[in-house]
């Protein structure tokens, strides 16, 4: 080993002295609360909540299966199973959505001119300068029985009665959908701005359609951005807490609202984290495809 060869190794090893005493604290303060939910889902339920320090595979066996309070029978619990589809049900359509919607609105904003563009791009932006609770409540407002929507077709005498929406599914996807829109938005931008409209008039010179343009030239190109976007409404959507309880009531609970029930009411904290555990483990699968789909993609066009 020469002296730069020296110089260099030496150079890395200071930096990760220096980085040691950071990377240690994220590391406790990431890890830390992880490691005491993983203990708690193999533990059994204290009588009046908290865990008793007892093995026990109730949590995880409770995601799927109910125990009879009668014979103690094992039975598969219909209630978590709809919980676990309305949550991803919802969170797919909600990115669905978002992408109608984010997909030509990112069009549109990166085929303006520089300083149309800032302007667009800020006010897409807004909607991140106030609380997330305060913008569901303002869609409450709106889809209410006293609210907007509903004021507006009444005056109009389209319908006689309020249409029943809030309390509903549709009003969790429509909160949802408003909520995490910017997150769609922003990443498809981002990579239609670095498209090069060259590729569409070469597409048109070869006689394609609109169509076959769209889904042979603009989407290939566009797909990080389009994963991306994807991900960073789907992860969200799959963990809310809010909008589900403001705009979906007891009634309509997500996977994020049976946590918090299990941890608080439900006095069981063993399946509170085993639940926790599995949502958990679900985002870092869906990001795990989100790399090796965006890896796949760079290498496919580089």
């Known amino acids: 080993m020469n002296g730069e060869e020296?110089?260099?190794?030496?150079?890395?090893?200071?930096?990760?002295?220096?980085?040691?005493?950071?990377?240690?604290i994220l590391g406790i303060a990431a890890s830390g609360p992880l490691l005491i939910i993983l203990i708690y889902s193999f533990l059994s339920p204290g009588q009046y909540g908290n865990v008793s320090w007892a093995f026990s595979l109730e949590g995880w066996i409770g995601i799927l299966y109910s125990?009879?309070?009668?014979?103690?029978?094992?039975?598969?619990?219909?209630?978590?199973?709809?919980?676990?589809?309305?949550?991803?049900?919802?969170s797919l359509l909600t990115t669905l959505i978002t992408f109608a919607v984010g997909f030509p609105t990112a069009w549109f904003i990166a085929t303006r001119p520089p300083k149309a563009r800032a302007l667009w791009l800020f006010l897409i932006t807004i909607p991140f300068w106030t609380n997330l609770l305060v913008r569901t409540f303002a869609i409450n407002e709106v889809v209410?029985?006293?609210?907007?929507?509903?004021?507006?077709?009444?005056?109009?005498?389209?319908?006689?009665?309020?249409?029943?929406?809030?309390?509903?599914?549709?009003?969790?996807?429509?909160?949802?959908?408003?909520v995490y829109l910017p997150?769609?938005?922003?990443?498809?931008?981002?990579?239609?701005?670095?498209?090069?409209?060259?590729?569409?008039?070469?597409?048109?010179?070869?006689?394609?359609?609109?169509l076959q343009v769209l889904r042979r030239v603009i989407l290939p190109i566009v797909k990080p951005g389009i994963v991306a976007g994807s991900i960073l409404v789907f992860v969200p959507s799959l963990g809310a807490y809010v909008t589900p309880r403001v705009l979906g009531g007891g009634k309509n609970m997500m996977i994020g609202n049976f946590?918090?029930?299990?941890?608080?009411?439900?006095?069981?904290?063993?399946?509170?984290?085993?639940?926790?555990?599995?949502?958990?483990?679900?985002?870092?699968?869906?990001?795990?495809?989100?790399?090796?789909?965006?890896?796949?993609?760079?290498?496919?066009?580089?």
Not at 10 to 24: D, T, Y
Not at 67 to 90: E, Y
């Open 67 to 90: 125990k009879d309070i009668f014979d103690g029978t094992l039975q598969l619990a219909d209630a978590h199973l709809t919980i676990f589809w309305r949550s991803v049900k919802l």
């Open 144 to 178: 209410r029985n006293e609210g907007l929507v509903n004021t507006v077709l009444i005056k109009l005498g389209l319908i006689a009665t309020p249409l029943r929406m809030i309390n509903t599914d549709f009003a969790v996807l429509v909160g949802m959908t408003y």
């Open 183 to 210: 997150l769609m938005v922003l990443p498809l931008f981002a990579t239609i701005d670095r498209f090069d409209m060259k590729l569409l008039e070469a597409g048109y010179d070869l006689y394609a359609t609109r």
């Open 259 to 302: 946590i918090e029930l299990q941890f608080g009411q439900g006095r069981n904290w063993p399946l509170g984290a085993a639940l926790s555990m599995t949502l958990l483990i679900v985002v870092m699968a869906a990001l795990l495809i989100y790399v090796r789909t965006a890896n796949r993609g760079g290498a496919g066009h580089g």
């Open 6 to 24: 020296k110089a260099r190794a030496r150079s890395v090893r200071n930096a990760w002295a220096l980085s040691a005493p950071a990377l240690v």
